[in-house]
């Protein structure tokens, strides 16, 4: 028996039967593919990710001199991409997996545009490490422990790199089998609506002869249990793992032991607010005002505000934390963050992250789309300066001063990070037009127990 | 049905449970008794303290006959044997191990005595104990914060925990008052004096944090924040209770948002002030945290022992599986997050291996006495409730969640016993009478006030606006 309390908001508005969540999602992707918004976002999209590829041309064919790196800040720009994209794709695995295991009802309008977000960042994260070997046709040989007659060194089983290598992919793989089963009843709910037949086969191949049978729902239901029982542990070991990167070191600034926590915590951050991002325009868009309701839009705000506290808190016990240990360059890493030459990054980070996201105390703030745009923009710039701050401002001044360096992106960093941009949007527009944005299957399941026939505040 | 429930159900503190706890405060006095007697004969240590304490080395030579079976890799010098906190500091000015111990010898204190085990113990407990209260009003916040309806119907149990918090207010208060020379090596005017021999640079660089006056006021103002909260949010309740509707639950949320903002703070501060400062040199960012994790995971195991045994004797029919398998998942989730936390701290400054952090975890993994209690509480607050939660069965039977939560409150205590006896009271630590005793003494105190709290309030919040949601809660 579902009941909902008198207190709770209700997830979908606009008094929708089962038939018009139906018709409302799937006919964007009967839609012939010519909108010309959609055109437009495809065409900048493509000429971002052309842009971007003449810089990795120039990457890989000139090497990895084309960068700003030098000796003394030998990770820069591209881990800090790594690390930025990464964090953008836990938001999709928190939505889908851990808010499922909460019983959250209101993931359902969410998690599958959240799910597919996850995908595409770890493909753009996916795009430094490779490169930053250089070779990347090699790098296969070199991340997995494949015996020397390959032609490979022996892998480092010490080093967190490595520890990178297994979680990425495993947290990918289930993640892209989670978001795929999540399809498949949808993609049968548009085989089965779809007039030509080259859809039809398009459809019915993807959705793997679905029959919707109370058996075939029995598992798929199993299945998506054990999945975000999987998945929960891997959102929290993949951005550990990447924080290890720095904090197993000794680097004042990268080793300190809040990390793994912290960055996970920031990762969340980040993640839900290119969800904002990017749902705030296909909501639009698609006029999905029903789905994606105002409640929604704010229970998002308020876990950016969860998780920008839990980020300020940390930061404020690294910099509490560095002058408490009394040790000489923990206290200068932190010191130089704050007032040196990259005082502008640090604070940038700060007002970002920790301030910006306050604001979304005031209900006013919370519940204005314009607003929340504009936020969830800001926390993304700001959590890419987090990584900035991290990475640069503890390399370029550690223990030598004779080797203290600046460092400044050349225009073949920028055009990297640019092809990601746009491989990431290519996708997603990709994704918007062919695939259901929504999960039909779970907002019906919803449906009855949460729905108002009231429009609220669109 | 089976069970009716009675939505205007009391609780009744029958007189059988309170001769159950009088008997235990009874055993948990003659066993502290018995522990105190012990000490000043000096019986029953594992390490003989009676060797010429007044000799401010004789702990140093102590030391030096427990064989370290691992090498640390921190230095130790030849002749102490003490691994020395400040290692990496490059400091020399203070060759001597600058444990607690020594430096109490140095500023007139012997080293750990029976006494400084006594006080040691009543930190612990305090600590614990305050945790569980904290704790409970956290669940509370947390439930309104995040608009949780299943948890509606047994809300006051963790809401009666909260009750213990101005009883501990008062007991940490008095504790540190009488025993803080014993307990926190800081708290030595001579660390701080650039002309005595136990000037302390590293901790003379922290005066502006660790001083007396500051950390007493801190103490005030956390407790004193809990407090207030805890009465606001169990005044909304009762009115609840009485006139019935939504906007309660709206306060409520209110309240519970600003709490869980400044508990984020407090709670973090508590633990480097009453936990890490106890180790004055060490420091751990993710300190806070851990200890939060501790007293949470606690809370959690107090709570669903409570449910269980309410329901027990007849009360909570509200209660039915689904709930149980809810805290039991719980349980089992923040156990794992414990662990989480711990293995964090525990890797990275294993592998970094920076003298002036591994030392903490060297003091506990190379004692003979401590080494094993290391293991120990790993194997109760982890692999334990890991295993044996794992199934859906074991999270829906009584049986299972009341061995579980009393191996995990019992692990936790070990965990806070692991934080602070090897920091007070240096390789003299030990396990017996007295640990026991006091346990019981103060598991008693906090059974007596959380029930009684119980008696006042409607056992279920019958106009709580989810109780329907929490009534049918099936999963």
């Known amino acids: 028996?579902?009941?909902?309390?008198?207190?709770?908001?209700?997830?979908?508005?606009?008094?929708?039967?089962?038939?018009?969540?139906?018709?409302?999602?799937?006919?964007?992707?009967?839609?012939?593919?010519?909108?010309?918004?959609?055109?437009?976002?495809?065409?900048?999209?493509?000429?971002?990710?052309?842009?971007?590829?003449?810089?990795?041309?120039?990457?890989?064919?000139?090497?990895?001199?084309?960068?700003?790196?030098?000796?003394?800040?030998?990770?820069?720009?591209?881990?800090?991409?790594?690390?930025?994209?990464?964090?953008?794709?836990?938001?999709?695995?928190?939505?889908?997996?851990?808010?499922?295991?909460?019983?959250?009802?209101?993931?359902?309008?969410?998690?599958?545009?959240?799910?597919?977000?996850?995908?595409?960042?770890?493909?753009?994260?996916?795009?430094?490490?490779?490169?930053?070997t250089g070779r990347p046709w090699l790098s296969i040989y070199w991340v997995f422990p494949l015996p020397n007659t390959w032609g490979s060194l022996w892998v480092n089983f010490n080093s967190p790199l490595l520890w990178d290598v297994f979680a990425i992919s495993t947290y990918f793989t289930v993640s892209l089998v989670f978001w795929y089963i999540g399809l498949i009843p949808d993609f049968a709910t548009i085989r089965d609506r779809a007039k030509g037949p080259i859809a039809r086969a398009i459809y019915g191949a993807l959705s793997f002869g679905w029959t919707g049978g109370a058996k075939t729902w029995q598992r798929y239901e199993s299945v998506s249990l054990i999945l975000a029982g999987l998945a929960t542990p891997l959102v929290l070991s993949v951005h550990t793992i990447v924080s290890f990167d720095f904090a197993t070191s000794v680097i004042p600034g990268w080793h300190t032991t809040i990390f793994p926590p912290y960055?996970?915590?920031?990762?969340?951050?980040?993640?839900?607010?290119?969800?904002?991002?990017?749902?705030?325009?296909?909501?639009?868009?698609?006029?999905?005002?029903?789905?994606?309701?105002?409640?929604?839009?704010?229970?998002?705000?308020?876990?950016?505000?969860?998780?920008?506290?839990?980020?300020?808190?940390?930061?404020?016990?690294?910099?509490?934390?560095?002058?408490?240990?009394?040790v000489e360059y923990e206290q200068y890493a932190f010191l130089n963050r704050a007032t040196g030459p990259y005082a502008w990054a640090y604070w940038t980070m700060m007002t970002c992250n920790v301030i910006s996201p306050q604001l979304f105390w005031f209900r006013k703030i919370r519940?204005?789309?314009?607003?929340?745009?504009?936020?969830?923009?800001?926390?993304?710039?700001?959590?890419?300066?987090?990584?900035?701050?991290?990475?640069?401002t503890s390399l370029h001044r550690d223990y030598l001063p004779s080797s203290w360096a600046m460092f400044s992106p050349t225009i073949y960093d920028v055009g990297v990070y640019v092809f990601t941009f746009g491989l990431f949007f290519t996708l997603f527009f990709l994704f918007a037009k062919f695939f259901p944005v929504i999960n039909m299957a779970e907002v019906k399941s919803v449906l009855k127990s949460s729905s108002s026939t009231e429009q609220i505040n669109r | 049905m089976e069970h009716p429930i009675h939505i205007d159900e009391r609780y009744k503190f029958s007189s059988g449970l309170k001769k159950v706890l009088g008997i235990v405060l009874i055993i948990g006095v003659v066993l502290l008794a018995g522990g105190i007697i012990m000490g000043v004969m000096g019986v029953g240590e594992h390490h003989e303290t009676s060797t010429d304490a007044a000799n401010p080395l004789y702990n140093l030579k102590e030391a030096s006959e427990t064989p370290f079976t691992t090498q640390g890799p921190t230095e130790m010098s030849p002749e102490s044997g003490v691994v020395e906190h400040d290692a990496a500091h490059g400091d020399e000015a203070h060759p001597r191990g600058s444990g607690n111990a020594a430096a109490d010898a140095a500023t007139s204190h012997a080293g750990p005595t029976w006494l400084t085990r006594l006080y040691s113990n009543f930190w612990i407990n305090n600590l614990f104990f305050t945790g569980l209260a904290i704790a409970g009003l956290f669940w509370v916040a947390i439930q309104y914060a995040a608009q949780a309806g299943w948890s509606a119907g047994f809300k006051r149990i963790p809401l009666a925990m909260a009750s213990w918090l101005p009883v501990a207010a008062v007991l940490m208060l008095v504790t540190w008052l009488i025993a803080n020379h014993d307990l926190f090596h800081w708290t030595h005017e001579a660390l701080y004096d650039e002309t005595s021999p136990d000037y302390d640079p590293i901790i003379a660089g922290k005066k502006g944090y660790l001083n007396t006056f500051f950390y007493l006021a801190r103490m005030v103002v956390f407790?004193?924040?809990?407090?207030?909260?805890?009465?606001?949010?169990?005044?909304?309740?009762?009115?609840?209770?009485?006139?019935g509707g939504?906007?309660?639950?709206?306060?409520?949320?209110?309240?519970?948002?600003?709490?869980?903002?400044?508990?984020?703070?407090?709670?973090?501060?508590?633990?480097?002030?009453?936990?890490?400062?106890?180790?004055?040199?060490?420091?751990?960012?993710?300190?806070?945290?851990?200890?939060?994790?501790?007293w949470w995971v606690s809370a959690i195991a107090a709570i669903t022992l409570i449910v269980v045994l309410l329901r027990e004797a007849g009360y909570l029919k509200i209660v039915n599986a689904n709930h149980l398998h809810d805290l039991g998942k719980f349980l089992f989730a923040f156990s794992i997050f414990w662990t989480y936390l711990w293995f964090s701290q525990f890797l990275l400054i294993y592998y970094a291996n920076i003298p002036e952090e591994s030392i903490y975890y060297i003091e506990r993994l190379t004692s003979d006495y401590y080494s094993p209690i290391f293991f120990i509480n790993l194997f109760l607050n982890f692999l334990f409730p890991f295993l044996v939660l794992m199934t859906r069965d074991a999270k829906r039977h009584s049986i299972f969640l009341k061995i579980v939560c009393t191996v995990v409150l019992f692990g936790h205590w070990l965990d806070f016993y692991l934080m602070v006896t090897p920091a007070v009271m240096k390789d003299f630590g030990g396990f017996g009478l007295m640990e026991v005793g006091l346990i019981l003494i103060y598991a008693s105190a906090f059974g007596f006030v959380v029930m009684s709290a119980l008696t006042k309030m409607n056992l279920i919040p019958k106009h709580h606006p989810m109780l329907q949601e929490s009534m049918h809660h099936h999963i």
């Open chain 2, 246 to 294: 939504t906007s309660y639950w709206y306060t409520l949320r209110k309240y519970s948002a600003i709490f869980l903002v400044l508990f984020a703070v407090s709670s973090s501060m508590a633990a480097w002030d009453w936990v890490m400062s106890l180790d004055p040199h060490w420091f751990s960012t993710l300190f806070g945290w851990y200890v939060f994790a501790s």
């Open chain 1, 263 to 326: 960055f996970v915590a920031g990762a969340i951050f980040s993640g839900f607010a290119m969800v904002l991002t990017l749902m705030l325009i296909t909501r639009k868009v698609y006029k999905l005002e029903d789905y994606i309701t105002m409640s929604h839009i704010e229970l998002m705000n308020i876990i950016i505000i969860i998780t920008g506290s839990i980020v300020g808190v940390a930061y404020i016990t690294e910099l509490f934390v560095a002058w408490y240990s009394g």
């Open chain 1, 1 to 132: 028996m579902q009941i909902s309390a008198p207190v709770r908001e209700p997830l979908v508005t606009g008094g929708k039967t089962i038939k018009d969540v139906t018709y409302d999602i799937s006919r964007h992707v009967e839609a012939p593919p010519t909108n010309p918004r959609w055109l437009l976002a495809m065409a900048v999209s493509l000429t971002l990710l052309a842009i971007g590829t003449y810089a990795v041309f120039r990457t890989v064919w000139d090497g990895i001199g084309m960068w700003g790196n030098n000796k003394t800040i030998g990770w820069a720009w591209d881990i800090t991409n790594f690390v930025w994209w990464v964090g953008i794709g836990h938001a999709g695995t928190l939505i889908s997996a851990v808010l499922l295991l909460f019983r959250q009802k209101w993931r359902t309008s969410i998690n599958r545009a959240a799910e597919a977000m996850t995908i595409f960042a770890v493909i753009c994260a996916l795009q430094f490490p490779i490169l930053h």
């Open chain 1, 367 to 392: 519940t204005s789309i314009v607003a929340t745009f504009i936020l969830s923009i800001i926390v993304n710039i700001g959590m890419w300066f987090e990584r900035f701050v991290i990475i640069v």
């Open chain 2, 223 to 243: 407790f004193a924040i809990w407090i207030i909260f805890f009465y606001l949010i169990r005044r909304e309740s009762m009115r609840e209770d009485i006139h």
